[in-house]
Each structure stands twice: as C-alpha cells, then as structure tokens.
C-alpha cells in the first residue's frame, strides 16, 4: 500500500488544526509554514476537506480554517478516505461490496485482500486526530531508534506469523496437543 503525499499532506494539516483547535480559526499560510508543505496545495486539500464536512472556514482579516467537530471524533480510516478515496483499491474489498467482483471462479486472493481491508479499516478507524495530533511531532527518529523499532515491528510479525500458522494449521482426527 502507498500513501500518496496528498493524504500525508492533508493529514499534516489536520493535525495542525487539532493542536491549535479553541484558539479559533488558523491561517493555512501560518500551517504552510510551519510544516514546510505548498501553500496552493494546501488550498485544495481544505477545500475537499470543507466539503466533506472535515473543516470549516472562516472569511475575513481573522479568518482560517478549524475543524468541524472535536478531533476525538474524526477517525483517520474517514479522513484517508476523504483524502484518497477507498482504504484498498480491490474491487470485492470491505464488506459493503463483495458482490463487486465479476470473476465467475474461486478468487485465491480474496481471503488474503480482504483481511489487509479489514486490518487497516480496524487500525485507522480506532485511531482518533486526537490521538495522532497528541502522539506526533518532533524530528524524525535517529538510527539507532530506527533500527530498535524496525527489530521490535519484526518480532510483533514473527508473533503474529506463528499465531497464524496455529490457528491455520489443519486437525487431525486423535491426534493430541501439549502445552509445554
């Protein structure tokens, strides 16, 4: 999957109204600026983003942007897909089009596209602005934290890999397991 810079871009700007959000509305030159991104760019994510019902705007010399409803109400599984549109580009991906699929046989990537939809519907839609705007921010990480977060990322793999092969592996009847 690729986040395109216009979700991570529009992201950006959401998390900037977060932090500033009850200070009223806030320029999209000042957020521009403080995250280094393109003014004009920036122009036509608010725009989709008022929209949609993400943002409101206010005209005038004390004029900007804020959000509409508080961010521990805005999902970021909703907020990528105003931004980009559907979580997985399959056409029998989520449960409100499984019928969308047209191949008259047994599909042997169904199973597998259908649990990365849902797993990433499962991970953004739990995660609020809120929480994103109050866990991000800082230089990026250096390389040594890098690198124990990239082994500690392979470990929670390798767990989730071995429960898998568990759960999947076939029974056979009078056949006995052990906990050890």
Known sequence: ????????YGIRLLIQLA????DGPVSLSGIARREKLPHAYLE?????????????????QAGGYQLARPASEINMADA????????????CAGADNLEACDRPQTCSVHELFQRVHESLDLALGSTSLADVAASAGGPPYPPAVRKRRIAEHAARQAVAAAT???E???TYAGATTTDS
Do not use: F, W
Not at 19 to 22: A, S, V
Not at 45 to 51: A, E, K, T
């Open 164 to 166: 898998l092969a568990r």
């Open 44 to 60: 036509q994510l608010v725009g989709q983003m008022r929209r949609a019902g993400l943002v409101t705007a206010t005209r005038g």
């Open 19 to 22: 932090r500033q959000d009850g």
């Open 168 to 170: 999947s592996a076939p």
């Open 1 to 8: 999957m690729k986040i395109s810079t216009r979700t991570e």
């Open 80 to 91: 990528v897909r105003i931004l980009e549109g559907p979580l997985l580009e399959m056409p």
